[in-house]
């Protein structure tokens, strides 16, 4: 947990760079600090770990009062990653991840250990990577082993200033999706500095919005984005909001629409029977344990002998009931479909029809938004196996 309590940072020449800020990050929770240059939000996190000392106020970290805290243990306490890494040029990546627990006295194999894990956990293989020296590695490889070093003493607590500002737009992505990965299995309390809009939308539980030294909004991605508190915060998340909300809102199952549903083994006369009487024209189609096959159309069904299985079709996508609306929408046009099959686990909830889609939007829209959860959830398709 980090709460901060009135505080303000006036510089020596008068600046106010932070000006009485309260807030708090829950235990687990990932904080996206969003603003223009300028505003307040390195020092705000320069402030947890100490590098700069607030004018007034109190910021407790792990309820502890951080100015009665040695700041050097503080910091072994507190991983931090910052934009230009600060990997040491003349250590090896493993050394490098092992920098903290060697610090903290770990035994060198124990710490080694560990580091060669973290590796493996950012997606380096430590076999093939431990051994190497930063400038032997791309960006976007760099900025891993930021990430792992900063999590190789296992913090509670974890401070990220721009991490992914300096790699191109397709790395930033990568990295940001595996942070994800990543985060949803350590649970790190994290306080993440971006200016960018999209990845503060992407990345946090809940966003704080900065004005100048000041927090103009603090909600969840979907909070900000349907009901922004004021209008610089409405300019600053942009004119496309309802776009960017297509990210953070999740597919319902009551969003969905129910088609009619045949068994593989059903005779294709109560198949045809079925579609006729709903006036289809197709059906899911699932299997005895009642997990999702496929489809058939209505003319493959009409007048023919045999079984829904000599004519089923295998469905080519299907999303998690929770997954972004946005991937329902981009799975959509990935493979020209007009419907999107959703299920829970593996029972079929319904499908996602453009029509849906939209209603799900508005119905987002119109809610204005509390406490939406970011659905991280990632695409999976039905193999023919
Ligand atoms: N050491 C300093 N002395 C005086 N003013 C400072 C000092 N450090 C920062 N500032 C000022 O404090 C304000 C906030 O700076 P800060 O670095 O926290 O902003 P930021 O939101 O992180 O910006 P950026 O996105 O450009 O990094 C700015 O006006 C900056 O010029």
Known sequence: MIRFEHVTKRYADGTTAVDDLSFEVAEGELVTLVGPSGCGKTTTMKMVNRLIEPSSGRILVEDEDIAETDPVALRRRIGYVIQQVGLFPHKTV??????????????????????????????LDPSVYGDRYPDQLSGGQRQRVGVARALAADPPVLLMDEPFGAVDPVVREHLQTEFLRLQSQVRKTVLFVTHDIEEAVRLGDRIAVYGSGRIEQFDTPAAVLGAPASPYVADFVGADRGLKRLSVTPIEPGDLWQPPVVHLDDPLTKAAARLASDGARWAVVLDDADHLHGWIPSDAADGQDGTVRDHARRMEAWLPVGAPLKQAFSTMLQHDAGWIAVL?????????????????????????????????VHLQTVTDT
């Not at 991840?97 to 493996?120: C, F, N, S």
């Not at 453009?354 to 991280?376: K, N, Q, V």
């Open 94 to 123: 493993l050394e490098n991840t092992a920098t903290v627990p060697h610090l903290l006295g770990w035994q060198r194999k124990k710490g080694r250990e560990r580091a060669a894990e973290l590796l493996d956990l950012v997606g």
């Open 344 to 376: 829970d686990g593996e029972r079929f909830l319904g499908v996602l029809t453009p029509g849906r889609l939209h209603e799900a939007l508005r119905r987002s829209i119109d809610a204005d938004a509390g406490g939406i959860a970011r659905g991280d």
